[in-house]
Structure formats: C-alpha cells, structure tokens
C-alpha cells in the first residue's frame, strides 16, 4: 500500500467516526483508481488517439460496409448494443430498433453472446478479454499476450485490448459476410490463412485512402508509405482510442474512496457494506473495477445459439478456452462500472434488469429454473426465434450448467437488495455515459457513420 493511500483511509476514518453508525464502512474497501492503472497512464498520443476514433466507427472496416464497432458497442448505449444477442453485419438500425436484414441480406444467425460494454478495458489488469477470456493479456508487460490466431498472430501489437480488436473485422456473422457477398469474404481460401487474407483486405482498402494514409502517418512516425501500414497500426490505435474513450473513474464511489464521505448517502453505504461484507459480492466482483478477472459458473440461464451455433445449443465458456470440462459454463466476472445503464445482463444478455440479476445471485438454482424468457431483447424473426430458447428449456443442458454453480442461496431482504442496488447506481460515472461527442460527423472513408 503506498503512503498517499494509507494517508486516505486514515484520515477517511477520521472523518468517518463523525458520522451516524449506518454510514461507517467495517470491511476493506479497493484502492482508488489513479492514471497508471491504464496504457499510457491512460493518455495516449492524441493522433493515435483519434485514428483509433476513425476505425472504430468506419464501416469500411467491414466486408460489406454496413457496420461498424460502434454498431455493437454504441457510445449512446453506454458501449452496448442494448439486446440481450445482437445482430450482426446485415442488420439494420442501432439498439433496440436492431432488424435482422431481409431478402438475400437478412443475417444468418444471432451473435451467440452479448456484447459486452468497453468501460475501463485499458486498464492494465483487464487480462482477460471476451466472456470465456480466450484472449490473454499481461499486466506488467502489456505485449505480451496470447490471442487465437495461432502462426498468423501479427508482431508488434500492444497490448490485449489491441489483440483482441482484430476479431471482430475477421468474423463473418460479425463484419466480414458471407462468401459471395465481397472481396473480403472470398479472400479466404485453403492454404492461404485465417487471418492473414482478410486483415489484407481490409488494409488495402484502408491504403488507398489518402485521409487515412495521413493519418497513420500522424500516429506512427514510421509509415512513410501506404504500404507501411500494418494490421498491428489499426489495432493499437483501437486499443488507444478504447483506453481513453471509454475510461470511466469518476463516479461518486471514486470520490468515495477518494476521500469524499459525503459522495454516498446512508443508504448507499449500508449497500457497499453489504456489497464488500455480507453479501460476499466481492469474493468475485473484487478489486478496482469490481472484478476477479477470473471465471465462475453462477447458474445463468443459456438462451440464443450459443456462441458456436450447433447442437447442443450450449455455451461452455471458460472450457473453450481452458479445455478443462470443469470449467463448463464459467464466465468472466463482469466489472460493474456503469452497471446500471449497461442492461441487458450476463453472457448470454438473459436478465432485464439490474435487480433481476442481482436476485438471481441470491438464489441461483430456484432462478435458473423459474427464468422469464420473455424478458430476453432480440430482433424478432421467425426462424430465429424458434431456436433462441431451446437451450434453455433442454433439461440436460440446464442440469448440466447448474451442478458447476457456485453460489450458495444468499437470503437477504428486499431492503438490502435496494440498498445493494442503490450502491450499485453509485459506480456511474456520468461524464463516460456523455458520449456522443466521440461520434464523427464524417469518417475518411466516406460511408454514412448513422445508419
Ligand atoms: C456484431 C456485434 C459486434 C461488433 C460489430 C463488435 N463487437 Fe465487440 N463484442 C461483441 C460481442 C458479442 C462480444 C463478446 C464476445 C465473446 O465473449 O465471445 C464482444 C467483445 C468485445 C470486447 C471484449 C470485452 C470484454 O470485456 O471482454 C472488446 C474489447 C470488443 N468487443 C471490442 C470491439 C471492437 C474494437 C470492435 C470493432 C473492431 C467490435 N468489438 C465489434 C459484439 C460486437
Ligand atoms: C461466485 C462469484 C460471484 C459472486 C459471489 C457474485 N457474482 Fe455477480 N457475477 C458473477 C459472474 C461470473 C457474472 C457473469 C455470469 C454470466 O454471465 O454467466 C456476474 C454478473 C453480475 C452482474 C451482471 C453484470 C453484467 O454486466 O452482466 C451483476 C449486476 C452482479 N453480478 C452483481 C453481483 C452482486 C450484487 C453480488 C453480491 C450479491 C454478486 N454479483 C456476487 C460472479 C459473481
């Protein structure tokens, strides 16, 4: 613990023997946040800041030119899509007026997972990217990370957050397409990479764009010419951009802990006595951000088509990227910043609302086989909706999900629950949920930003 800290506990506890006994906390609360948690003391070089801006609202960086990052983690959504499983390339509108596409264009399929908001991921201890956190980062030494592109992994990438941004252009149902529908998705042929030929494609769009060109230039001194620019260019200037967009500290838990007794109320604070005591919310939502970064099965409901699409529609999480089948349905500890504008909750986006998933840790069994499926947000389309909640109902799969639980029932009143629920609302960090000043009124490639 450095002395500047230990000076802020001492003399919050000075300040705190001042107030009434429903505001002193007992239990041990995180260290605050400050700038060198994140890459580049969260403050990356302004070009490559703003080139990373570009890209991830560009929807040339998709094989058909119909969506972008944005689309999925949307700045007016709190960096969600706001549907418990989205939809991907093909898809029309943004949030809850999502379609599915119609015609030849309409989309295959639902994204088997939610998409996760993007708060805080530049900071260095988020090692684990995606639910099942098959990607893998490196808090001291940020390059070093393991991501599944096997030989084709490219040199020179940052840090995870970088890594993982060169997966979601590659996939099809996300932003490549389908073979047949542009040069992108045709480029991969046997023998000729997973990854490779697609990041090309991509590139050589990018490369003949002049505005681009100078661009890149600006973030990296060592492009001289278009062809100097690397898929590990786009990545980290994503990683930039995500680092200090979507940096989000300030939320009246930080005054908190900053020294501000008075930025919670009584209530809230017998909520984070409950939340870091009692309740035991912290054996797994611990440490700055709320999160283990490690993997747990607490019992979620299982709809929408998995993330592999077949039979059984099942989810296995942590086990796709540990192998281990004790790890079957284990996901990633979501972090709770902004965790009340951020719905819908969980892997696969079962819950609603925020006291929905919050009651559901208090009895995780009973939950899973009571769950409402009609609380679940999809763009409706017949074919799909026939099978978005067969993994559910398949007694098997739902059995199977609930002897790795590891929740205990949790009995606690409806007063604490509000109370928990109120302290939750305290992890807001206003400002990062006023993001539509990211938003470019025009990006190089021309292509309409709004849908
Ligand atoms: C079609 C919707 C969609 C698009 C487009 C999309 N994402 Fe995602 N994103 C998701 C989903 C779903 C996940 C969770 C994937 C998983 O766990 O397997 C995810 C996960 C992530 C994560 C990991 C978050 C975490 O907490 O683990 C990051 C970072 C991310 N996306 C960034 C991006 C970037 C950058 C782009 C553009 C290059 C992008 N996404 C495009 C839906 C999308
Ligand atoms: C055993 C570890 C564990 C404990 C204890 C735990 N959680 Fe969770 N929590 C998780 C995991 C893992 C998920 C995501 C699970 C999934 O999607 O399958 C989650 C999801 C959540 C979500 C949804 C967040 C999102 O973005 O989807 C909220 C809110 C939440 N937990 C709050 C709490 C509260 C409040 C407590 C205390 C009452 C608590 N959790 C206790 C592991 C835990």
Known sequence: MTRSIKNNLLSRSIAL????????????????????????NGDPAPAKYELGRMLFFDKIMSGNRNISCATCHNPLLATTDGLSLGIGEGGRFIGPYRTTGSGDDAVPGRIGRHAPHLYNLGAREFIHLNWQGIMEGNADKPSEISIPAGPEKPDGLDNVLAGQALFPIANINEMIGQRGENEIA???????GRFRPIWEGYLKRIRAIPEYVELFQAAYPNISLPDDIKIAHYANAIAAFETRAFRADNSRFDQYLRGGVDALSPKEVEGMNLFYGAAGCDSCHSGKFQTDHSFHNIAMPQIGPGPEARMPLEDRGRTEASREQSDFAKFKTPSLRNVAHTAPYGHSGAFA????????????????????????LMPSRSDLDEIDFQGYEDVSLRDKIAQNNELRPNP????????????????????????????????????????
Do not use: C, M, W
């Open 412 to 451: 606690l009143s409806d007063a604490e629950v509000s109370a928990l629920i109120a302290f939750l609302h305290t992890l807001t960090d206003t400002d990062s949920l006023n993001l539509r000043k990211l938003i470019p009124s025009q990006v190089p490639s021309g292509i309409a930003v709004s849908d």
């Open 186 to 192: 045709d480029s991969v042929r046997p023998g000729n």
């Open 17 to 40: 023997t001042v107030l009434t006994s429903a505001q002193v906390f007992a239990g041990s609360l995180p260290s605050p946040v400050i700038d060198s948690d994140y890459y580049d």
């Open 353 to 376: 609302t925020l006291e929905g998933v919050v009651r559901h840790h208090l009895n995780a069994l009973e939950s899973l086989d009571n769950y409402d499926t009609s609380q679940a």
